[in-house]
Every structure is written in C-alpha cells, then in structure tokens.
C-alpha cells in the first residue's frame, strides 16, 4: 500500500506526461460504473501492450490540461445499487485483476480518487465479456484491432533464466564455456567421476538443456560463465563497480567490471568492494573490531540483492558507485514490492536464480536480508539507508557516519520507521528508549527521540501500537502497514 505522500508523488509524476495514452486515463469526475469497468480493462490492456507494469486512472484531473482540480467522487464510498463498486467491478473483470484504489487529499481543497491497475497477463482483461483499449483518447473494443490483441496473447514468454545463451554444443563444451568445479565447490558436494555426472547435474539445474545437442541457459551463463562476453545475450549484464573521487560522478578514479559469471566472481567482487572504503573512525559508544567505516555484511547483502533482484528483461546492469560519503548499488528493473516493505516482504522474479544464490551461500534465506542490513546500519550508526525508484532502475544507497544533528528531518523519520520495521520483524515493538539506543540519545534528552516520533507519526510512517493507551512514558510504536 502506498502512503499518502508516495500517492502524491506519483501522481506529480503522472500527468507531468504530455498526453494520455494507452495505460493513463485522468477524469474529473464520475459518469457511470460500467465506463470505469471499461477504462479499467483498457488501461490493463494497453499497459500489457505497452510493457508497462500499471494503467492508472485519476479522477480529479482535466483532462486536457492535466490541471489537478480534485473530484467529489469516491470510489471506496460509492454503491452500485447494495453492492460496493470495487466488489462490483472486480467481479465483472475476466480473469480477476488485482486492481487498487487509492483516495487521498493531494491538499485541503483537492480530493483525489486513483485506480492502479496491473497489467494483462496472458490473455485480455474483460469487462462484461468484452475486452476494449484505448486508441487516442476514445476507449474501443479490442477486437476492432487484432495486432493490439495478438501482441496480449503473445505475452507469454519464456522466462529470461530459460531462454538459450548459446546452441549447438556438445558436452565437453559445457565445461568449456562454463566453470562446473564451481557449482560443486559451492554446493559442497564431490566433483562427480565422469563427464555425463557434470551434464546430468547441469540438467537437473535447468543451468543447461538439451536440444539438438546441448544448450546453455542464461541462468547457466549468468552465474558461471567463465567469460561473459562469450555470450552475447548477456555480456552487458556484467556488474560495474566505480569508484568516484568525491561526492560527485565528475572525476572517476577507477572502475572494474565483471568478467565471470555471478557465482564465480561474487566473492572477489565483495573483497574488492570492502578494499575500496575508507577506514572508519572509533564512533559513540560502539566498540568495532571491523575497520571499515560501512558493514561489510550489509554491503555483502545488498550486492546479492541487486544481482538477484534485477529485472533480467530489462536494460542495464547492476552497479556499484562508490562516493566519498556514500555508497549507491542499483539494478535494473523496478521491484514487485514497495520499498518501504523490503524488510518484511520477498518477492523475487528471478526464483530459479535466487534460489540457486541462496543454496550457495552468498545470500540469505527468503526475506531475512534487509534486516540484517539495517542492523548493521544501526550498529555502525549510520543514518538510514535510501531507496530510489527512478527510471526503471532500483538504487540503495548506504551513507557514511553524520552525527544526529547533521540528519535533517525526512532522514530522522526514515530512520525512525526503518528502526520500528527492524523491531517489528524482531517480534519487538520500537519504544523512545529504543530510539535513544538507535541515535545515542543520552536519557536526559529524551524529548529529542520523542520529537522524531511525533515527526514520524504525522508523517504516518508509524502508528502506535496501543492508541487507547494513555501513557506516553511506555508507548510503543510500529510500522504503518503492521
């Protein structure tokens, strides 16, 4: 679930686009049920064609101008007939999307009704039977236009992981082009006896197929090729690690790129990372024994994650840009959760791969690594890390050591909501002596840690756990989706 403030931020971003399209519809205000079950099924449509994650349709909005009037309609409000509109809607829609509405005040004149809409997925979205798109700005039926609705039926693709990396290759190619011994060192099982053990392995790992003769996957590719640039599908998907000279990307003074497979390479890559940060400085009261001045786990973490995660379909790489007072790790691909739900949520889109990760070890288990990144970043108290999502790629970034009065407000409230998430999933509840210990807040200045709830409740990125509770000295707090 978005918040408001992620609501309107979306919305800034919506109908900065210079015209409605196939996936955006804005209206101003309601006209009948049955246009929005039809908007609805275009939008879904139209965001299939398009690649598009997401149609939108905004009430509140001039059409034309893209002016943000605000509306008096409300979709959670309104009936059709007994029946509540959503339940109506989705109930009407062939196969059943999971369609959200959101409703918010972008300011106190204007009111906002927004529908998120997921994409077709492998056959048309339907309302009433009939399926429609947009064209322009008029809605029709898809079935006036058999390209459009080919192109939704096509959508079923094969994954990235299954698709071919290179063909026609006999067996004693397989260890040829890709590092076997690998898999089973990190596996931790013996090397087996003949070359039809390593390909029955490989086999049972989809990391190959077999076809004419034998085929190399991408997922096979991607994690031991012994050269990347062996396999033109997916050369470019090699990690780069840049080390800037500054805060700025204005001098580089060195960069490294991926050569090996993501298996191969993973643990040289993290060494030479770490070997690249500064030396922290003795900070608070935490005794270190580590030198770096970030957490070399969570760096490890993060790395995994963006290797992971990625959206293989997209362009790009993944990177790591090393600053003079931060470190940025990206991915192509926008997530399938929010970010603010990283630390309790797991959805991977690349299974096979991760799954595959995990069992070797560079990762860990489902949903258990945000965590422990940010209890690292608390430990070294370091502010909160950042999340940007931003033209279809993921960034992290995790920033070196300021003091609690160099963080300036929107820092403290995202502190503050990663420490309760923190909690929560500890089975714990955040308290103003748990946020003390987070900042290092002597006691007697306890009314800083509860100036930032209070920030940080108004903010809505926190609730209180017990709102009938009167005490303020024993409040506890959790996250807002808790």
Known sequence: ???????????????????????????LNFHSEEEIGQRISALSNGACIHNQRFGYLVFGIEDESHIIKGTTFSARRHKKGNEELENWLANRLNPRIDFSIYEFEYDEKRHITMFVIPAAKTQPVEFLHISYIRVGSITRKLSEFPEKQAKIWKKETTPFEKEIAKDDLVAADISKYLSTETYFDLMRIPYPSTQQGVIDKFLEEKLIVKSKGYAITKLGALLFAKDLKEFDSIARKAIRVIVYKGKNKVYTEREQIGVNGYAIGFEGLVDWINSQLPANEEIGKVLRTESRMYPEIAIRELVANSLIHQDLTEKGFPMVEIFDDRIEISNPGTPLVTPERFIDAYISRNEKFADIMR????????????????????????????????????????????????????????????????????????????????FKIENQNAAIASRIIRDALAEEAIKEDDPESKSRKYASYIPFWA
């Not at 300036?408 to 502190?415: G, N, S, T, V």
């Open 359 to 438: 069992r070797m070890g560079f990762c860990e288990e489902k949903g258990s690594g945000m965590d422990k990144v940010i209890f690292y970043n608390e430990l070294y108290q370091l502010p909160p890390i950042n999340i940007i999502v931003a033209e279809k790629r993921t960034r992290i970034t995790i920033y070196s050591y300021k003091k609690l009065n160099d963080l300036d407000k929107r820092e403290k409230i995202r502190a503050c909501y990663q420490h309760a998430c923190l909690k929560y999933v500890s089975n714990e509840k955040m308290t103003n002596q748990s946020l003390r210990d987070r």
């Open 1 to 27: 679930m978005m918040t408001t403030s992620q609501s309107i931020e979306l919305l800034n971003e919506l109908v900065k686009s210079s015209r409605e399209n196939e996936w955006i519809e804005f209206k």
